[in-house]
């Protein structure tokens, strides 16, 4: 008994301390402090506009998105609520749990290749609201910053020896439990997408898949992930929130638990790779 409530008493000392910090820095993790850094098309429905004289963004068309109306979404009981409490009970114990491999992944990053142990993005969130995403990272320092992988010429020779092993076991998506935890995401959802993934995003908004918070993993996720041309990972990620529920989302947490073996679908080349491979045989 004596030993249950020495472990009560520093869990919940961890608890009020990850809380603390997630309230400092909840407000420094997301982008609308300055104009200049808020997504304009925040809340708003869009489509995409292909013009081949702009440049090519994330997705590799040309064109921008423009705005068609207002997001309408109203979130029920277990969005709002039930998913919340999962994901802060489940993360809280995923940071608590998982620490020692956050230390010896960090470790090795650092040895590997010297530099930040992090890597910061911006991606969009919840009602399109651009926000920092965190990863583990797994390519050198001098990997282009913005631009994603499917992008990169012979992505290959930027990653680094620690950075193939946890790409290939999704290891470099733990840190986003700490996104999970403050708010900006959660545990299931649609990933989330580069801040110029416009495609992408257009996408998604014809099924409604940006009204709710990106996910560690999705219904997409253990459906194809790299394979995926983006209107069939945009679909999927639309038939996750149309059946949005307990039962969705614990069939997408334990369809999921596989990839830390090695996920043959983390193709390097990105969205479609595997389909492209296969013509090209």
């Given amino acids: 008994m004596k030993v249950l409530l020495v472990i009560l008493i520093i869990l919940c000392t961890i608890g009020l301390v990850l809380g603390l910090i997630a309230i400092i820095k909840k407000p420094f993790s997301i982008y609308k402090n300055k104009p ?11 489509k995409f506009v292909y013009v081949d004289s702009e440049p090519q963004n994330a997705d590799g068309v040309r064109g921008h998105l423009e705005a068609i109306g ?20 489940l993360s809280f114990f995923g940071l608590v ?12 990053i650092v040895i590997d290749d010297p530099g930040p142990v992090l ?11 651009f926000f920092m995403l965190h990863k583990f990272r797994s390519m050198k320092m001098s990997t ?9 010429e012979n992505p290959e020779q930027y990653i680094t020896k620690s950075g193939k092993f946890i790409r290939s ?25 580069l801040w110029n993934q416009d495609l992408l995003t257009a996408e998604r908004d014809k099924y409604g898949a940006n009204d709710v918070k990106p996910g560690l993993t999705g ?9 995926l041309e983006i209107p ?28 830390f073996k090695g996920d043959k679908s983390v193709v390097e080349g990105g969205t479609g790779e595997m389909k492209r491979q296969e013509q090209n045989k």
């Avoid at 749990?97 to 230390?103: A, R, Y």
């Fill in 97 to 108: 749990i998982l620490s020692p491999v956050f230390l010896f992944l960090s470790l090795w």
């Fill in 36 to 46: 200049s850094e808020k997504n304009p098309m925040e809340g708003k429905m869009v």
């Fill in 119 to 129: 890597f910061i993005q911006k991606r969009i969130g919840k009602d399109k609201q």
């Fill in 169 to 193: 076991h999704s290891l470099d998506e733990l840190p986003q439990i700490w996104d999970i935890f403050i708010g900006n995401m959660s545990v299931i959802g649609p990933r989330p997408g």
């Fill in 232 to 259: 069939v990972k945009a679909e999927l990620d639309g038939y996750y929130c149309n059946h949005l529920g307990l039962g969705m989302d614990l069939k997408c947490f334990f369809g999921s638990l596989g990839v």
């Fill in 70 to 89: 207002e997001s309408n979404h109203k979130a029920g009981a277990y969005e709002k609520v039930f998913k919340r409490l999962f994901d802060i009970v």
């Fill in 144 to 152: 282009p910053h913005d631009k994603p992988t499917h992008m990169l």
């Fill in 219 to 227: 219904w997409a996720q253990i459906n194809g992930r790299d394979e």
